[in-house]
């Protein structure tokens, strides 16, 4: 019986769990803190990892309160964590400027700079992606992808980059702070989308550094996500209330550890996650990629396994703005006024909790109301920076609750739009892991199971699937769990939801409208960009 601290970051907090990992994974305690993801009006997305690193202590402290002994006694410190940030940091671990997001999109003339002439196949030229696929299995095709942010990072803040002396993503600058070294577990040196595909050693692509004139000095070196990675420094420990010399492991990027912590680790094996944004994740024992579509096999934690990965970057951010834009009063028209939640006359617990009650009273279809969930802008199965949200079908009848369901719909049937297209190129399960904040709505759960027509099987504790698959990874490189394929036997089924035969036809009228949506509106898009 081991003690592993997992620290999951998303992209609006973290949230620190404690497990005791033996023949099961137990959940011993857990504590959030919040902090802000800053969308500019030039289509900048940043956050300051100071921020981060104040949210981890806090969360840590607030754990340390209640478990004094436990966390005097940790065995080893785990990560999972949002992915394809750029966080240039200097020689001392601090950041020279504010994390890049993942939403960043910002660099529209650095990749019309590289993307070449014509002939061009997904914005790019062909030779160009040829050679990224030959070298990488992947490509830079998505000006949110983290080469990009470096150019743009060289291009206007030439100071700050000059100052640089490591690229890291988001968990990798933390580790750094925590321990003074500078890594990349695999799977974070394969979201640069410069890493080495054609290689038996973990390594950056030399041909592909060339090509896309990185820096070969800016980039750390590579670990596997089970390896000790280095100890916790005196100074960081005492800002986060653990002990000195802790071990920590490199852990996962969210996709790979929430992949472990699904349960869904096996070949064919599909997941679906909705938290503040969303994805279709199937295993592959071989690397694929779909240029057209934006979606490609990426490293997971486990050795010889890939995620063939499709993501929606606002899929539970839809429902927090239906939340603050919908559901609440945010003009004042009532002069009086309470939250749901807060009377105790109710049996809600959460604003969340009536949502899901609301939106469980209007009819599958939501009375013919599409809502598209490209709050800002779209990667895959189409790139578009300039694609927006908005609902379609409204009439004189509609009211919020058609528009609610609309929204969750919206979500779900773009989810059923990853696993067709991922079903072109691999084997999907008939049965679908569910997991994310998003899974803990029985009624989302079931609107899934119906737009997708297959069944959906939620895991206990689903929002905490990122630090479930953080510990179990760090189990495995502390030799407590011999392997993470043991991870099925470790993560139960808590519910299963079946798919209702008679919502399949509305949902297959629907969802034939929706993937036109975009299709039909792309020029608008571009032309509201503008404004």
Same mark, same amino acid.
């Given at each position: 019986?081991?003690?592993?601290?997992?620290?999951?970051?998303?992209?609006? !907090?973290?949230?620190?769990?404690?497990?005791?990992?033996?023949?099961?994974?137990?959940?011993?305690?857990?504590?959030?803190?919040?902090?802000? /993801?800053?969308?500019?009006?030039?289509?900048?997305?940043?956050?300051?990892?100071?921020?981060?690193?104040?949210?981890?202590?806090?969360?840590?402290?607030?754990?340390? %309160?209640?478990?004094?002994?436990?966390?005097?006694?940790?065995?080893?410190?785990?990560?999972?964590?949002?992915?394809?940030?750029?966080?240039?940091?200097? %020689?001392?671990?601090?950041?020279?400027?504010?994390?890049?997001?993942?939403?960043?999109?910002?660099?529209?003339?650095?990749?019309?700079?590289y993307a070449g002439k014509a002939p061009r196949v997904a914005g790019l030229n062909a030779a160009f992606l040829a050679r990224s696929l030959w070298h990488t299995g992947a490509v830079s095709a998505s000006v949110k992808d983290p080469v990009w942010k470096?150019?743009?990072?060289?291009?206007?803040?030439? %100071?700050?980059?000059?100052?640089?002396?490591?690229?890291?993503?988001?968990? %990798?600058?933390?580790?750094?702070r925590m321990t003074g070294e500078f890594v990349m577990s695999e799977d974070s040196a394969f979201a640069t989308l410069l890493y080495d595909a054609r290689c038996e050693e973990m390594r950056f692509s030399p041909a592909m550094l060339r090509m896309l004139d990185v820096q070969p000095e800016h980039l750390p070196r590579i670990c596997a996500s089970t390896d000790v990675v280095g100890l916790l420094l005196p100074d960081a420990a005492s800002k986060l209330g653990l002990p000195a010399g802790a071990k920590v492991l490199a852990g996962a990027g969210d996709v790979a550890a929430i992949t472990v912590g699904s349960g869904a680790t096996e070949p064919g094996e599909t997941h679906v996650y909705i938290g503040t944004s969303g994805w279709v994740s199937t295993v592959s024992e071989k690397r694929k990629v779909d240029t057209s579509a934006m979606i490609a096999t990426i490293v997971g934690a486990q050795p010889g396994r890939y995620n063939y990965f499709a993501e929606l970057e606002t899929a539970g951010k839809c429902l927090e703005w239906v939340r603050d834009h919908l559901a609440l009063d945010e003009i004042d028209i009532y002069l009086r006024k309470h939250h749901v939640a807060e009377d105790p006359t109710t049996e809600?617990?959460?604003?969340?909790?009536?949502?899901?009650?609301?939106?469980?009273?209007?009819?599958?279809?939501?009375?013919?109301?599409?809502?598209?969930?490209? /709050?800002? !802008?779209?990667?895959?199965?189409?790139?578009?920076?300039?694609?927006?949200?908005?609902?379609?079908?409204?009439?004189?009848?509609?009211?919020?609750?058609?528009?609610?369901?609309?929204?969750?719909?919206?979500?779900?049937f773009h989810m059923r739009w990853f696993v067709e297209t991922e079903a072109k190129k691999v084997t999907t399960s008939a049965r679908i892991r569910?997991?994310?904040?998003?899974?803990?709505?029985?009624?989302?759960?079931?609107?899934?199971?119906?737009?997708?027509q297959r069944t959906v099987d939620v895991v206990a504790n689903p929002q905490d699937a990122g630090a479930v698959g953080a510990?179990?990874?760090?189990?495995?490189?502390?030799?407590?769990?011999?392997?993470?394929?043991?991870?099925?036997?470790?993560?139960?089924?808590?519910?299963?939801?079946?798919?209702?035969?008679?919502?399949?036809?509305?949902?297959d009228r629907m969802f034939g409208a929706f993937t036109q949506l975009h299709k039909a509106n792309r020029k608008i898009f571009a032309a509201l960009s503008q404004v």
């Open positions: 019986m081991i003690t592993v601290l997992a620290y999951d970051i998303g992209t609006t !907090g973290v949230k620190t769990c404690l497990f005791e990992i033996g023949d099961s994974i137990v959940a011993i305690d857990s504590a959030r803190a919040g902090y802000e /993801l800053n969308v500019l009006p030039d289509g900048g997305a940043e956050q300051d990892p100071d921020e981060w690193w104040r949210a981890m202590a806090s969360s840590t402290r607030a754990i340390a %309160e209640r478990q004094p002994d436990r966390l005097a006694g940790i065995d080893g410190i785990s990560f999972s964590s949002q992915q394809q940030s750029l966080v240039l940091v200097d %020689e001392q671990a601090r950041h020279v400027y504010p994390a890049m997001s993942y939403m960043d999109q910002r660099s529209t003339a650095q990749i019309a700079a470096y150019h743009w990072l060289r291009k206007n803040r030439p %100071e700050e980059f000059a100052r640089g002396h490591k690229w890291l993503d988001v968990k %990798e600058a933390l580790i750094a809600f617990a959460t604003l969340y909790d009536y949502l899901s009650q609301v939106i469980a009273s209007a009819e599958p279809g939501a009375g013919g109301v599409l809502f598209a969930p490209w /709050l800002h !802008g779209n990667r895959c199965p189409f790139e578009d920076p300039d694609a927006r949200g908005m609902f379609v079908g409204l009439g004189l009848d509609t009211g919020k609750t058609e528009m609610l369901r609309a929204v969750i719909e919206g979500v779900c569910f997991v994310g904040g998003g899974a803990l709505s029985d009624v989302t759960a079931q609107i899934l199971a119906n737009v997708l510990a179990l990874i760090g189990a495995v490189g502390l030799g407590e769990v011999a392997s993470i394929s043991q991870a099925p036997g470790l993560i139960a089924v808590a519910k299963s939801f079946e798919p209702d035969p008679a919502t399949k036809a509305v949902y």
